[in-house]
């Protein structure tokens, strides 16, 4: 087939979206891994005796561990390729999701170190599941970095957000799996069968990711039509850099695109891991639901959110038809978006109706956040030349991760707080109320940065 025939009068093959699909299915996993403790929280703070800022610091430690391993992450992806990045990724992470069930004896190895050297030791279960929890979040780290590099060697400019939007939903059936599996095996098989048979699955991802995936150049599977339809855009038109060049992150610091993607997800990304973390609980505290009964509100709460995930991806391409530029496009679409979680306002004044209140309403919020994270990923590839984009998004997901820890660190002091004085609602009154606004504020500091697109050519 002659290359130099236009593309739209070619045949344009699908295998792009056979390795969307993969990317689906490995961020299905990070999330099925990374939210079993989550679930079984409740419990596990009952077993262990953990108070709202024991289990703060067990996730902060995940999300501050997260924030720098995406920094490397990104780095790492730039350098070895996503292919191999993504295998030594999923290996450490799913090493990490196993861990959790032997967090216990874990832990009493960590005291027995500290003790040699007269250091106290923390409680054995919190040290252990720390540990769990780091390892799990050195892996899951290379999840973003890699799958948005491997979406911007696959896909045109135009078609990048809504596989962004397909290949993130991955995140909502991961959060949908999670309360449909792991309270059922924690029941049947015991907490410590919830964390190995979760983590063992992301195994057989590995295996098909090393025989279906290869860089478009070397892809035999894809077509040269396809080929040709994937570098039809400005930005495609130049070809992969190879792997192993990099670009300072001193000088990815000079540019304010980095910095309006970084404040974007310093801004959001802990709302998102607040929902993950802490509405187990929640309904635990305030609605007295136990293992069994979070299972049904969660699902139809994270199911809501593929509507955003697919949705949001597919929202810009109404402001590109009308002749947007692909960014002016898509931040006109995020200023959208942004209204939605204004909602999340109402979850505690009308919460006393029904736990179904707030759920419904978290869940727009919680759809609402997946449809920004679909384009917000996106704006990097928009305006990064390839060889930067992973070690961009390593960037702002640092940014993301340490916005995280502030968010769990500041909700695990404020439930002690008020639960102390029988007020608990109050706390999850102000957490609501910072999960509403802050897209609004994150969408106006990066208005801000880059009023209008601006393309990087100087890397």
């Not at 607040?274 to 187990?280: A, D, G, I, S, T």
């Amino acid at each position: 087939m002659n290359l130099s025939e236009p593309v739209s009068q070619q045949v344009i093959g699908k295998y792009r979206w056979t390795i969307c699909a993969l990317l689906f299915f490995a961020t299905t996993v990070n999330y099925l891994d990374r939210q079993v403790l989550s679930l079984l929280a409740p419990d596990l703070s009952k077993e262990f005796g953990w108070s709202n800022s024991d289990y703060a610091n067990i996730t902060a430690v995940f999300q501050f561990v997260y924030a720098i391993s995406m920094l490397f992450a990104g780095r790492v992806v730039d350098r070895i390729g996503t292919k191999q990045a993504y295998v030594l990724a999923i290996v450490i992470w799913s090493i990490g999701a196993i861990m959790h069930a032997y967090s216990v004896p874990m832990g009493e190895g960590i005291a027995k170190v500290l003790g040699a050297f007269g250091m106290a030791a923390i409680p054995v279960s919190i040290a252990g599941f720390m540990l769990s929890r780091a390892v799990l979040a050195v892996g899951e780290a290379g999840n973003f970095p890699a799958a948005i590099k491997a979406t911007a060697e696959y896909f045109p400019r135009k078609e990048r957000s809504f596989a962004t939007g397909i290949f993130n939903s991955g995140a909502n059936i991961g959060a949908v799996l999670a309360p449909l599996t792991v309270p059922w095996i924690a029941i049947n098989w015991g907490w410590q069968a919830a964390f190995i048979v979760i983590g063992a699955v992301g195994f057989l991802w590995m295996l098909a990711w090393q025989l279906m995936y290869d860089t478009p150049d070397r892809q035999k599977r894809l077509s040269a039509s396809e080929l040709a339809y994937i570098r039809s855009d400005a930005v495609a038109t130049a070809p992969a850099a190879p792997a192993g060049e990099k670009t300072s992150w001193f000088k990815l610091l000079g540019y304010r695109q980095t910095w309006a993607f970084a404040f974007g997800k310093f801004m959001t990304d802990g709302v998102w891991w607040f929902f993950l973390f802490w509405l187990p609980k929640y309904l635990s505290v305030q609605y007295g639901m136990g293992k069994e009964d979070i299972v049904v509100p969660l699902a139809v709460l994270y199911s809501m959110t593929m509507v955003g995930s697919i949705g949001g991806g597919w929202f810009p391409a109404y402001f590109m038809n009308k002749g947007m530029h692909a960014y002016d496009g898509r931040m006109k679409a995020m200023l959208v978006i942004a209204l939605f979680p204004l909602v999340v306002l109402l979850a505690q004044p009308l919460g006393y109706i029904s736990f179904w209140v707030p759920v419904l309403l978290i869940g727009v919020g919680a759809s609402a956040h997946q449809a920004w994270s679909a384009n917000i990923f996106t704006t990097v590839s928009d305006m990064f030349p390839q060889k930067s984009v992973a070690s961009v998004v390593g960037i702002g997901g640092m940014a993301g991760g340490l916005g995280g820890v502030a968010v769990s660190k500041v909700g695990g002091w404020l439930f002690d707080y008020y639960g102390a004085l029988g007020q608990i609602q109050t706390g999850y009154m102000i957490m609501f109320t910072f999960c509403a606004l802050a897209y609004l504020a994150a969408w106006g500091v990066m208005k801000t940065l880059v009023p209008k697109h601006k393309e990087i050519t100087d890397l």
